[in-house]
């Protein structure tokens, strides 16, 4: 079933036929966490392509002072992974945990990255991820330079309305660069204001 999943998701990007989805889904396997489970710690050199079958991830950053600064969530049905990490061979810069039990296909950049000289199609797939991976990064780092906080939790929600109950509130706080105090006000503001409106 996990494997389906994933298929469904690449067939978005690139048409695999058979054998090359056979030769694909042979580097992908199967792993269940527990939610709390740290699959990246930071300073480590895994470099994973991970896709989320069930359950829901938090990828941080740890600050200089020990605190977290949340980077992406990411939920059933996406894609994540150490890209720049990756290419480069350095070691990743950022942790990643489970915030429920997940069920992932995992495969090893190298073997992912092996494929691309075997056939265009596997280049071209490649080349979809990398978009798709740095398009979600381009637009977390221009939300975070130009837009206040509400307009950041506007967007978050906008981004993730299936998650908004899923994803503790001192993690939202985390993602949005605020306090928890600081978002728990924004809400309430933001309540008035419908209220008023209504």
């Not at 290419?87 to 990643?96: M, T």
Request: charged share 20%; aromatic share 10%; proline share 4%.
């Amino acid at each position: 079933m996990s494997h389906l999943q994933l298929r469904a998701a690449i067939q978005k990007w690139v048409a695999l036929e058979n054998t090359q989805w056979t030769e694909l889904a042979a580097i992908f396997h199967q792993r269940s966490v527990a939610a709390g489970t740290h699959l990246l710690l930071p300073g480590s050199h895994s470099h994973e392509l991970v896709f989320v079958c069930s359950g829901l991830l938090r990828f941080y950053y740890l600050t200089e002072q020990g605190g977290e600064a949340n980077k992406a969530f990411i939920a059933e049905g996406a894609f994540a992974g150490p890209l720049a990490s990756s290419v480069l061979n350095l070691p990743v810069i950022y942790g990643a945990q489970a915030l429920e039990p997940s069920v992932l296909l995992v495969a090893s950049y190298s073997a992912f990255s092996a494929l691309f000289d075997r056939h265009p199609v596997f280049d071209r797939l490649g080349r979809k991820l990398a978009e798709y991976l740095l398009v979600g990064k381009e637009l977390r780092m221009r939300t975070l330079l130009l837009h206040q906080a509400k307009d950041r939790y506007l967007a978050f929600v906008n981004q993730y309305p299936d998650l908004i109950e899923r994803i503790p509130q001192y993690h939202i706080a985390g993602y949005l660069g605020i306090t928890e105090v600081s978002l728990s006000r924004l809400k309430g503001d933001l309540r008035r204001a419908q209220t008023v409106i209504v």
